[in-house]
């Protein structure tokens, strides 16, 4: 692999049985997954915001707070505006190699389908990702950031936090900030990504950014689903396991009841 650190997939699957075990679900800050060089391109290189579609006071299914960003989901019609960087890297995502770390990380079998939908999304100021667990058809999330020390501070937030509900809160609802423990964080800048597991009390959440104008949280999520009924009924429809179709525009998106 020309883009991802072969020996971060060794090093991570080393700690699969860890990583399965930890509290309150299953995650893990990871650094240097890409080579430093590559990901440095990659940031040179991310999608024009033009290309992206606008979510704002959404209403959401379950009746939690709208999570507000610019979104771009992958499609193969995106190739053609796609950097070869970019391109390079979503091949690679898609390799064997990759999809096999997530059966290890997770202790599925080899044979295990592990179904990729992946995405762009840019957070402005003051947007934010309401506390929330995903569908079950989701296995986990791998999340990229992609800014650097010449464009975002700490400061200013944009960590994925890990919340604890003390398996309290049925997925179908709406717990607030003070109903949850925060039990941990990504971090975001200089080649770091997070991973972690679905599960039926899998909260996690983005507090609002404080950045100034014209700056924006830049991350590229990877999401493993399982082959579901529901995956494979969207599949003959001619849309991806997230519900986006996948000859549609860029900005098409499905509603958060079918998601």
């Given at each position: 692999?020309?883009?991802?650190?072969?020996?971060?997939?060794?090093?991570?699957?080393?700690?699969?049985?860890?990583?399965?075990?930890?509290?309150?679900?299953?995650?893990?800050?990871?650094?240097?997954?890409?080579?430093?060089?590559?990901?440095?391109?990659?940031?040179?290189?991310?999608?024009?915001?033009?290309?992206?579609?606008?979510?704002?006071?959404?209403?959401?299914?379950?009746?939690?707070?709208?999570?507000?960003?610019?979104?771009?989901?992958?499609?193969?019609?995106?190739?053609?505006?796609?950097?070869?960087?970019?391109?390079?890297?979503?091949?690679?995502?898609?390799?064997?190699?990759?999809?096999?770390?997530?059966?290890?990380?997770?202790?599925?079998?080899?044979?295990?389908?592990?179904?990729?939908?992946?995405?762009?999304?840019?957070?402005?100021?003051?947007?934010?990702?309401?506390?929330?667990?995903d569908a079950r058809r989701k296995i986990g999330s791998h999340i990229f950031y992609f800014n650097t020390p010449e464009d975002w501070e700490e400061?200013?937030?944009?960590?994925?936090?890990?919340l604890d509900d003390g398996d309290k809160w049925s997925r179908h609802s709406a717990p607030d900030y003070s109903d949850l423990r925060e039990a941990?964080?990504?971090?975001?800048?200089?080649?770091?990504?997070?991973?972690?597991?679905?599960?039926?009390?899998?909260?996690?959440?983005?507090?609002?950014?404080?950045?100034?104008?014209?700056?924006?949280?830049?991350?590229?999520?990877?999401?493993?689903?399982?082959?579901?009924?529901?995956?494979?009924?969207?599949?003959?429809?001619?849309?991806?396991?997230?519900?986006?179709?996948l000859s549609g525009g860029v900005q098409e998106k499905p509603s958060f009841n079918e998601r």
């Open positions: 692999m020309e883009i991802i650190d072969v020996s971060a997939l060794d090093r991570l699957s080393a700690q699969a049985q860890e990583f399965q075990h930890t509290r309150p679900y299953p995650w893990i800050r990871i650094t240097d997954f890409l080579y430093p060089e590559k990901f440095e391109q990659l940031c040179k290189d991310l999608p024009d915001p033009a290309l992206f579609g606008l979510q704002i006071d959404y209403k959401r299914a379950l009746g939690q707070a709208s999570h507000d960003r610019l979104a771009l989901q992958y499609r193969p019609a995106l190739e053609k505006v796609l950097t070869p960087s970019w391109r390079n890297f979503i091949h690679e995502l898609h390799s064997d190699a990759y999809k096999n770390f997530w059966r290890k990380m997770l202790g599925l079998t080899s044979r295990t389908p592990v179904i990729l939908t992946m995405h762009w999304r840019y957070a402005p100021s003051g947007a934010s990702i309401s506390p929330h667990t400061a200013w937030g944009g960590q994925t936090l890990v941990g964080a990504s971090e975001v800048l200089g080649n770091r990504s997070f991973l972690f597991a679905q599960t039926d009390h899998s909260w996690h959440a983005v507090k609002a950014v404080q950045c100034p104008p014209g700056h924006f949280r830049k991350v590229f999520i990877v999401v493993a689903n399982r082959l579901t009924p529901q995956v494979i009924w969207r599949r003959m429809r001619g849309k991806d396991a997230d519900g986006y179709r």
